[in-house]
């Protein structure tokens, strides 16, 4: 085992394990079989043998007792009792402390004791017997350790990362000579077997001695030639390989913080009564340590405060029509050069009354002062120290959660957005600055530079002959997938005020998706996808709005990494705003009222366009979003059409007919697949028409990206 620290390989495997068990735990809750329930017993199972070898008892005894609970559920797809799954989490909870104690740095090892005089004859020599490692004492059961989920036993620190990194940029740097010699050799090589030739050729000329060592030296010089090339191919392979590792190492998966936040909001549900499903979406998004740590401790509390002040009573949902269990979604997304993390949930929304009631009573809000809009009631929440939570319990109530969240954006430089719809939810939102990320990326040639485009921007690619290239050049714009995007090829703005040299002319097009819509950069040649880690550019280094950062090869040389927002920036500012399907990105899009009277339909059209970027607000009938549409602006109205009351056709004439709602975009969703109803659409005022049964998401954004105006 290691004679200075016998816990050392134990202390690796048991975190891992208890990580799985952690993870077991809350999906067995959600989803009971026998599936899950055999792979928590094999977890614990191995957790439990791993803890006798090194004769940690408490922890294989709590392993022990967590397979007794376990095994009559291996068969049958019955739930756990709610004691059962209590008490698995109470185990899980002893385990994981177990093993937080063991993580404790080990004392320093003693110093050898004197010698002791030799034995006497006759008289055994009896030395002290070097203890067992003692298993922790536990007298009660101890609350689980600080959630750390982003650090653990034999993972490196960040700031040793980075020196091994600095020391492999470096060590490739001093490759550099050796690769030149590799040229150098070869060239030898050649001129050797010219002057071998020569000798050849003149016969008699030259003793034949002469030409004899002249053809050894050029088989000579090509024998070390090669070796020397393979050997430092070799050493730059492994160099590359080891940086990648690195790489990997400083960059953690989003999804090493679902787990504390799932038994976050499962602990705050069975504190309140309620049932409560907990959806992740982006675990596997890579970003620094640095931002995720943060970013957790913040989010905690926010998916405590959904399921506590959110998440409805199951009588009152049902009453509501909503499901009795409900749902908090915490996900995390990368655009462009930023991150974004997102916990929504589909309970009450922010009580606004008793948010106005708190603030008056703060002294936020004076006495005569003007009934505030609600988006500044919403606003009033980040300024810390507002509950509206009538008592303090274990898990809210302090008015501290969005206190946490607002000090983690001001610490990382980052934005947080609030938002809520009365009886439909309410939605967190934090967007910080990316330091380092990973991605794939499609690497491109344009001028004679060498740059990279993010792939997941990458919405498809066109090869040019010289004639269509000049066209698109000219023009300012692409046909695509039926539609004219803004073209621009892209070594015009990576030599802004320069000469642009004198290589082939654009071969490709590479068409993007960004926040403004759809546009095309013209390049030379296309050269492959590889995986990379992007990073910000140097404060003394500014650049153009088109670069975002900047990965380094495996040789040490920096490579830019476009980005996509700004190419739209770029593209805008040289061929003005009409020329093609994007708009400004400067400019925000004014929210979209989505007018439904389906639960279920207005959830999922939410869920889309904010996955898209835009903000969402609800209404539940044609008379609420008429009610709506008067008294605040939208960049454009998606409705059903057969809803009781006002429907669909009705809403869109009577927005075409008031004089301030009149420019506002409509866009109808509906069953209804008949060329009359179409018709019937069109001649109501109707700017694009979207049938459900042939329903496109992507076909639904592209009419709202043409359609909606923006601030």
Not at 67 to 78: F, K, Q, T, Y
Not at 398 to 415: F, K, N, P, S, T
Request: hydrophobic share 40%; net charge negative.
């Amino acid at each position: 085992m290691g004679g200075r620290d016998p816990l050392r390989y134990f202390r690796l495997e048991a975190r891992e394990l208890v990580d799985q068990i952690s993870a077991g735990v809350l999906d067995l809750d959600q989803r009971p079989g026998p599936e899950p329930v055999g792979r928590l017993l094999r977890v614990a199972h191995t957790l439990k043998g791993a803890a006798r070898v090194v004769k940690q008892k408490e922890i294989a005894d709590r392993a022990h007792a967590f397979e007794d609970i376990l095994v009559p559920h291996r068969s049958g797809d019955a739930p756990l009792a709610a004691e059962e799954m209590r008490e698995l989490l109470r185990l899980n909870d002893e385990i994981a402390a177990q093993v937080a104690l063991l993580e404790a740095p080990p004392p320093p090892e003693a110093p050898e004791p004197p010698e002791q005089p030799a034995a006497a004859a006759g008289e055994p020599a009896v030395r002290p017997a070097a203890p067992d490692p003692a298993p922790v004492p536990v007298s009660a059961p101890q609350p689980p350790p600080a959630p750390e989920p982003l650090s653990g036993p034999g993972r490196a620190t960040t700031s040793d990362l980075d020196e091994l990194l600095d020391a492999i940029g470096e060590t490739n740097a001093q490759m550099m000579p050796l690769r030149d010699g590799c040229g150098t050799m070869e060239r030898l090589h050649r001129s050797a077997e010219a002057l071998s030739d020569q000798l050849r050729a003149g016969r008699s000329a030259v003793d034949g001695p002469v030409r004899v060592s002249a053809e050894r030296l050029a088989a000579e010089l090509g024998s070390a030639s090669r070796r020397f090339t393979d050997a430092v191919d070799q050493i730059v392979r492994g160099l590359d390989d080891v940086r990648a590792k690195a790489e990997g190492l400083r960059l953690v998966p989003a999804g090493s913080i679902f787990t504390t936040l799932r038994r976050a909001v499962r602990d705050a549900a069975d504190a309140e009564g309620r049932r409560v499903r907990f959806v992740s979406r982006g675990a596997d998004i890579r970003m620094g340590a640095h931002l995720l740590s943060p970013a957790s401790g913040a989010f905690l509390h926010v998916v405590r405060n959904a399921v506590v002040h959110g998440i409805e009573p199951e009588p009152e949902r049902l009453t509501a029509g909503k499901p009795a269990e409900g749902t908090v979604t915490f996900e995390v997304e990368r655009r462009g050069r930023w991150a974004l993390f997102r916990c929504s949930d589909d309970g009450r929304g922010f009580d606004l009354a008793a948010l106005r009631r708190t603030a008056q009573e703060r002294g936020m809000l004076g006495p005569g002062d003007p009934p505030p809009a609600d988006r500044e009631l919403l606003d009033l929440v980040l300024h810390g120290g507002i509950s509206t939570s009538p008592k303090v319990t274990e898990v809210a109530g302090r008015g501290i959660g969005m206190d946490a969240v607002r000090d983690v954006a001001a610490q990382l430089h980052g934005e947080v957005r609030v938002r809520s719809t009365p009886g439909e939810g309410a939605t967190v939102e934090l967007v910080i600055p990316l330091t380092l990320l990973s991605m794939t990326g499609l690497m491109v040639e344009a001028g004679g530079a060498t740059a990279t485009v993010p792939l997941d921007a990458v919405r498809g690619c066109l090869r040019l002959s010289a004639a269509e290239a000049a066209t698109a050049t000219s023009s300012g714009r692409i046909l695509y997938d039926g539609s004219a995007a803004p073209f621009l090829p892209l070594a015009e703005v990576l030599y802004t005020g320069d000469t642009v040299p004198d290589v082939p002319g654009t071969g490709a097009a590479v068409v993007l998706n960004c926040t403004a819509g759809t546009l095309a950069i013209g390049v030379d040649r296309l050269c492959g996808t590889s995986a990379l880690v992007a990073r910000p550019l140097p404060d003394l280094a500014p650049a153009s709005p088109i670069i975002s950062s900047v990965s380094v090869e495996a040789d040490g040389r920096p490579r830019l990494v476009l980005d996509p927002e700004g190419l739209a920036t770029e593209v805008l500012r040289r061929h003005g705003s009409g020329a093609g399907t994007a708009a400004s990105p400067a400019a925000e899009p004014l929210p979209v009222l989505v007018v439904d009277d389906s639960l279920t339909t207005r959830m999922l059209e939410r869920s889309i366009l904010e996955s898209a970027g835009y903000q969402v607000e609800l209404a539940a009938s044609g008379e609420e979003g008429l009610e709506k549409a008067r008294a605040s602006r939208y960049g454009l109205v998606l409705s059903d059409i057969d809803m009781p009351g006002i429907d669909g056709f009705t809403l869109v004439e009577r927005i075409r007919a008031d004089p301030e709602l009149s420019g506002v975009p409509c866009v109808l969703v509906s069953s209804r697949a008949g060329a009359e109803d179409r018709e019937r659409g069109r001649s109501a005022g109707a700017d694009a028409y979207v049938v459900k049964g042939e329903f496109d998401q992507e076909e639904l954004l592209a009419h709202i990206r043409r359609l909606v105006v923006r601030s």
